[in-house]
């Protein structure tokens, strides 16, 4: 839930699904860098 409130919110922003994925999965990276399992299995498919 956090990584997909976190690519919205910023998705609502800039209009940029590949930028506001890519900064929700790196921000999940940086908090929870030994849970993969949070941010690591999603993929943004155009």
């Known amino acids: 839930m956090e990584l997909m409130t976190l690519f919205y919110d910023d998705l609502a ?3 940029n699904a590949i930028v506001s994925f890519e900064k929700a999965q790196k921000t999940m990276k940086n908090n929870y ?3 993969p399992d ?8 155009r």
Not at 38 to 45: H, I, N, P
């Open 33 to 35: 860098p030994t849970r």
């Open 13 to 15: 922003k800039t209009q």
């Open 38 to 45: 949070l941010w690591g299995g999603f993929v943004l498919v």
